[in-house]
């Protein structure tokens, strides 16, 4: 059973989603991240700081202060504790520094095309309490604006608005789409179509873990 896992794709291709169930079904702890910085600029720690103006336009946090965020995060897990990675690696540079650490079991590339991300991250709603993600259409809340899971305030996250999102699609273009032909050539790499049905898309997901 692979319990060292990457989600690869662009944003808005489902890897929240898909890691949260992953995490659910094997106890596998999820490291995002997108979620930890956002924590960060919400508690205004110096990395929070640091990093808004970044993750304001779309652009990538500088890599130095990725890798160490997560290089203690990684020291941190247990012996033999399984984990997802969402959102990280996104560079060449943070792939290299995650391989020292760890061994990865499989690279899984959710396939998403540009049309499809640009309409669910514009209709995306995010929790800032505790992390979960709706569409207005494909999955939307049970109670309109509030989270089905801790009932808070749903919001749109000021870098899913399209000006920003076309940036962050070029972004994933020029720096993160490298990283598929990089777990392609280690044999890590699996690629999942990651349009339509969500369970669906799960089936795959837990089959390519087997
Ligand atoms: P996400 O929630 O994964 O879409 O990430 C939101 C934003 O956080 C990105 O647009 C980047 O500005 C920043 N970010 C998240 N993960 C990384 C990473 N591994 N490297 C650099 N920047 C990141």
């Not at 094997?26 to 930890?36: A, E, N, P």
């Amino acid at each position: 059973m692979k319990s060292k896992i990457i989600l690869l794709g662009p944003p808005g291709s489902g890897k929240g989603t898909q890691g949260e169930k992953l995490s659910e079904k094997f106890g596998y702890v999820r490291l995002s991240t997108g979620d930890m910085l956002r924590e960060a600029v919400r508690k205004e720690t110096d990395l929070g700081l640091k990093a808004k103006g970044f993750m304001d336009s779309g652009a990538l946090v500088p890599n130095d202060l990725i890798i160490n965020l997560m290089k203690e995060k990684i020291a941190s897990l247990g012996e033999g504790t399984g984990v997802i990675f969402d959102g990280f690696p996104r560079t060449v540079e943070q792939a290299d520094a995650l391989a020292k650490q760890i061994d990865i079991d499989l690279a899984l590339n959710l396939d998403v095309d540009d049309e499809e991300l640009i309409t669910r991250l514009t209709k995306r709603r995010t929790c800032p309490q505790c992390n979960s993600v709706y569409h207005l259409t494909y999955n939307p809340p049970k109670k309109e604006g509030f989270c089905d899971k801790c009932g808070s305030v749903l919001y749109h996250r000021d870098d899913d608005k399209e000006e920003t999102v076309r940036n962050r699609l070029k972004v994933y273009r020029e720096n993160t789409l490298p990283l598929i032909d990089y777990y392609r050539k280690k044999g890590k790499l699996v690629t999942i179509e990651g349009i339509g049905n969500i369970d669906k898309i799960f089936d795959q997901v837990d089959k390519a873990l087997q």
